[in-house]
């Protein structure tokens, strides 16, 4: 059984749809990690039946609430000194900064450097998103 209580100070990914725990893990680029980091699959979960967990024992310098793009049934906790101090309900989040690129070869993000890319959710059924600067569109589920 998952010990939350073994991270004196990090981060507790929980509750994430089976499958894309390694979406997550790959993304927040966990694989190169040189801290003690953990992704379990298939937990069992009373709640949803299975799920997948990242244990991260470090702090990451990013807002995780972006990770509601990939999957916004998951939940963050911020653990500190063994115990949970903030628990964030993540959710598709309607502006994303500096996350997602831009596929569109002639958009102004992909040609100038130093600009942050934005985009902003058009619809949340299907996850999709347009560009800021060129109405792209991008679909997170592709
Ligand atoms: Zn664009």
Redesign the pocket.
């Known amino acids: 059984m998952l010990n939350i209580n073994s991270i004196a100070k990090g981060i507790v990914i929980d509750h994430i749809t089976p499958g894309k725990g390694y979406e997550i893990f790959k993304l927040l680029e966990l694989d190169k990690a040189s801290y003690t980091v953990a992704l379990i699959m298939n937990a069992q979960s009373k709640k949803h039946g299975k799920k997948d967990i990242i244990k991260i024992e470090n702090v990451i310098d990013m807002d995780l609430r972006v990770l509601g793009i990939l999957d916004d049934s998951l939940t963050i906790n911020i653990i500190e000194n063994e115990e949970i101090i903030e628990k964030i309900h993540v959710k598709l989040p309607e502006h994303v900064e500096g996350f997602l690129k831009?596929n569109?070869p002639r958009?102004?993000?992909?040609s100038e450097r130093n600009m942050v890319?934005k985009f902003s959710l058009v619809d949340p059924t299907t996850h999709l998103y347009k560009?800021?600067?060129?109405?792209?569109l991008y679909n997170v589920e592709e």
């Open positions: 831009c569109n958009c102004i993000s992909t890319n560009c800021d600067y060129c109405d792209h």
